[in-house]
T-cell receptor, first 109, second 116 residues
Framework: DAKTTQPPSMDCAEGRAANLPCNHSTISGNEYVYWYRQIHSQGPQYIIHGLKNNETNEMASLIITEDRKSSTLILPHATLRDTAVYYC??????????FGAGTILRVKS | GAVVSQHPSWVICKSGTSVKIECRSL??????MFWYRQFPKQSLMLMATSNEGSKATYEQGVEKDKFLINHASLTLSTLTVTSAHPEDSSFYICSAATGISYNEQFFGPGTRLTVL
């Protein structure tokens, strides 16, 4: 699986967009970019995933660079409840999830 | 959406006793379930993968005789921590996958185990 690097922490003002970066320069052509988040003392929650096209769902948008070496998860209007650890995972179809350290996002009022 | 439950949500036990944790997929059939462990301020570490009706596959360094996994049905997997010791105190999380892809897993809320 591709190794990903994320900043250890970020702050975001409530109501503003939260942009969480992820570098995955060693990602292969078959590896998807998956995002999960974990709110304190809960199980992780799936957010979104993509291969090479940008993706959007009810939770977030995923922007993947054309060379697929990095991506950005966008929470368009962050709320206090979005405070969590966000994990970016490079994953080939059928392989196991491997969680890194993630980014602690703190949404502040 | 797909819901996974765990029971109990927390448990405190004495050193040397065994503890069983249940993981259930409530509204779907899970051919594969996963067990993770998370120590404070650390990330999730996969312990084992279990497929219904077959023996679990353990990750390197995880003792299969200490962490017994049973996946007897498509909606239930259990993890038994045998002869628990204080170093086994952790947050145990299960997840379930609906098909052949492991990628989209649905996670349970976790079980906090404290061994005194």
């Amino acid at each position: 699986d591709a190794k990903t690097t994320q900043p250890p922490s970020m702050d975001c003002a409530e109501g503003r967009a939260a942009n969480l970066p992820c570098n995955h320069s060693t990602i292969s052509g078959n590896e998807y970019v998956y995002w999960y988040r974990q709110i304190h003392s809960q199980g992780p929650q799936y957010i979104i995933h993509g291969l090479k096209n940008n993706e959007t769902n009810e939770m977030a948008s995923l922007i993947i660079t054309e060379d697929r070496k990095s991506s950005t998860l966008i929470l368009p209007h962050a709320t206090l409840r979005d405070t969590a650890v966000y994990y970016c995972i490079g994953l080939e179809y059928g392989n196991k999830l491997v969680f890194g350290a993630g980014t602690i996002l703190r949404v502040k009022s | 959406g797909a819901v996974v439950s765990q029971h109990p949500s927390w448990v405190i036990c004495k050193s040397g006793t065994s503890v069983k944790i249940e993981c259930r997929s409530l509204d779907f059939q899970a051919t594969t379930m996963f067990w993770y462990r998370q120590f404070p301020k650390q990330s999730l570490m996969l312990m084992a993968t279990s497929n219904e009706g077959s023996k679990a596959t353990y990750e390197q360094g995880v003792e299969k005789d200490k962490f017994l996994i049973n996946h007897a049905s498509l909606t239930l997997s259990t993890l038994t921590v045998t002869s628990a010791h204080p170093e086994d105190s952790s947050f145990y999380i299960c997840s379930a996958a609906t098909g052949i892809s492991y990628n989209e897993q649905f996670f349970g809320p976790g079980t906090r185990l404290t061994v005194l």
